[in-house]
């Protein structure tokens, strides 16, 4: 097979491992992770329903 000829020859590099110390932060960490905030002016609340509607 032709992927396997150099395979001795090829310098093959170990998977890093990662040892978690604090779950409780990683945990958050991947919850946060998808999270965005708005933030909205007092204005834009105050004028949220406009009271004349038609």
């Not at 992927?3 to 040892?19: E, I, S, V, W």
């Amino acid at each position: 097979m032709p992927y396997k000829h150099n395979d001795r020859k090829r310098h093959h590099f170990k998977k890093h491992t990662y040892a978690l110390n604090n779950y409780r932060e990683y945990n958050q960490a991947l919850r946060q992770r998808g999270r965005f905030d708005i933030w909205i002016s007092e204005d834009i609340i105050s004028n949220w329903q406009h009271d004349d509607r038609v």
